[in-house]
């Protein structure tokens, strides 16, 4: 039974390529959902994810080329794969456990690395992936490692890594772990966070499928 | 500075623009309908100010204008000012209506929704239309520059519109006004290294992106330069492009490229065409006039128009005749996407129709059981080690439980009475219970497990019961039943007040009719003089008098003479011709509509977009199963393998625990 199964679904990924062989702007959402979220944090997250999809959703050129993975970690679960925003699956995240950030950030680069396998083996153009990671506290597992295969992938051009940090978010290991300047959220404005990243795929769809990287100023979210 | 909206600017001839509505926003500005002619022209109006070589260009551009220009894009008619002689602020344009970006036409799943009626002749016929605009702009001298998937428009009549002229490059004697944007996709390999576009392009620059946008309308959105790279490292899109990359070309094996699985390519055009597109991406086609000018391509494709053939097994499917068998038919098969859609047509509203389509959509039914309980699984093997230490632990346990059971007695009897002896046996009965051994790294790497499996299937069948259940059909079905209802019914009322209007009118032309028919023309034998006199007088002078009550009145009046009459009566009313052309006065009809439209509008527009959202329900619910479907066994089948997983260690732990508990309090109760 399960061996049929994913027999059944190799295919359908090429399928997807074949019907539409727009270049694909991968971004992953590492997502902290440990305990320290519940309540207000995690409902506003949420909400903000879907006001992001929504958003890709309603542009004709986004909803072709970017592709959402989310994975949170509390502990690490990959909520979704890659998927362009027609199938975007929004779930209502919950909020539990510690923060093993270390362990998502390995889960997460692999992701990417086995997308990009796809793309390639499919013919597909693909512009440089993003990745977010979005933390209120700090790593409760061995965390240096991970920093080692971020640093790894942003030289070699492989991924661009940005890190942002909400409430008491430890600035000082983010720091560490991103080669860029982690970026503090200002309170709760996820949604906001959210609008700004969807612009900025939206217009990064539009682009150059290379390694150039054109973000705004991140306004009216960051504490900058 | 403009700081407020104005709606109020002068042309270049003094006349007064007045701005309607505004219909789209840019970066660089607005574009607004004229109160004048909203239809036909539209102005852009610039956020900033220009510099004056942006006016310059505007102006020569609109100067220049004529009507094959304007025939294909939306080209410069006129410059914008705000008073005589001031600076360019904006300029009128024609309005292009009912497009879509030409990547909606090219890209399937977008031409599927936007396009539907589109086969590969329309595609063909887009390709051949796309190198007809490109030939006017080349002919009159100007550039495009910034070719790309947003701002070429395509109608559902395959015509191609330009869009965004404003940033063309324009040439006058002593000048020329660069484009300086552009799209890597569509850049020609000389230009990609540029880190600007401050530069003078050409038309061999343009044509790069014109055959990139042919090739992808022909081949199913596929950009050339994107393949199966056998190299290490990645391939963008614009590095492949510097790289004469192009993955369906003659020497593509060379420079590591192959096509993408699940891709047509130029194999299935002549194979004088696919020489086109050979000689736009190879490195001769930089020099300046090495590649195929969109004359050169609108010279094969538009012969190319009549060598099609219909496939004899779909009849959508069209293709070059010169080929042995259907390319979509086999395509579609390997890889199991539907191509080309059949055409569907627009009906007029008619209930009996539209419940037919109603009944013609599927209903979704049940949502399909998916639950972990379905699956019998067998657990993972533990190895040997493990193995033992959970054997070893289970004796263990049992000796613990021993021990505290014994201990229990023993104090009960008063074998044991001192209470520091009973601690220490009950601490190592603890101890040899609960103290873990190296099974417990497995124990809990099997508890994380089920936990995420839970945490997942709960996730995935919260998701797989909203949207993959047939709930909302039904209430959509629903819906549609009560407007039927409700639009029979008013329909019943405008009937009936129809009918009720004919049968007036129908008295009417009867009652004339009626009148027509004197008594004294009567052939009753027993109406004599006297008694048509005595009629006459109490009023009744023709058949339309002739009516129970009137007769009533008439006094000392036979019976007979009153049955006769009547049955007269019925007998012209039998021989009356109805005409049903000189019947209900229009205006009599117009009230009537006028009443019932109003109530049955609403209703017909809510079925006719309901039946619409039944559709979409049943296709989505459909789609959200296939889609969703794999996903959620998944989750249910890894939760019913993590829950087999963890089932050794729970007999093991939890079930002993349990019982103990059980026999423990047990004995305490009974005491």
Redesign the interface.
Known sequence: ??DD?YL??Q??G??T???????RCPCLLLLDTSGSMAGEAIAELNAGIKSFYNELQGD??AI?RVEVALLSFG?V?I?SDFNTA??F?D??L?AEGDTPMGEAIRKGIELIRAR?EQY?????????PWIFLITDGAPTDEWQSAAALVREGEQS??FAFFTIGVNKADMKILKQISVREPVKLQGLKFREFFQWLSNSMKSAS??????RIQLAPPLGWSEI | MVTVPLTHFLDSHGNSIRLGKRIGSGGEGDVFELLTSPDTTVAKVYHKPLDVQKQEKLRLMARGCNDELKGISAWPTDVLSTRSGGPVVGFLMPRIADAEPIHKVYGPTHRKETFPHADWRFLVRAAKNLAAAFYVIHKYGYVIGDVNEGNILVSDKACVRLIDCDSFQVRSDDCLYYCEVGVAQFTPPELQKSTNFRLARSANHDNFGLAILIFQLLFLGRHPFSGVYSGKEDMPLDKAIAEFRFAYGRNAGQRSMAPPPNSVGPAIIPGHIAELFELAFAESGTKNGGRPTAGDWWDVLDPFEGKLRRCQSDAVHHYYVGLSSCPWCRLEETSGVLIFLSADTITKIDLRREWQKVEAIHPPGPIPVITPDLYRLRPAPLVPAVRRSLAFRKFRQVIGVTIALSCLVFAIIEVITDPLEILLLGIIAIALFFLPGIEDKERKQRWAALDTAGYMWRLWSRKWTEEAGDEAFLTQLNRLKDLRNAYEDIDRQYRSGLLALEGSVRERQMNQFLKTQPVDRTTLPRLGGGLLATLKAGGIVSAADVTPSALRRIPRLDPGITGELIAWRERLEKVFLYDPSKGVERSEIRALVHRFQPQMRPVERELVQGIARLSRIQQDVSKKRVMLRPSVEKRAQELAQAKADYRIFESAVEEAIRQDIQAISKRLFSR
Do not use: H, T, W
């Open positions: 039974m399960s199964m059944d679904q295919p359908l090429a399928v390529f074949a019907e539409n062989p727009e270049p004709s050129l072709k502990p679960r909520i027609e199938c699956f779930p209502l919950e990009k390639r083996a499919n013919g597909i153009s693909f512009y440089r051009k492989a539009r682009s150059n499928p290379g390694d």
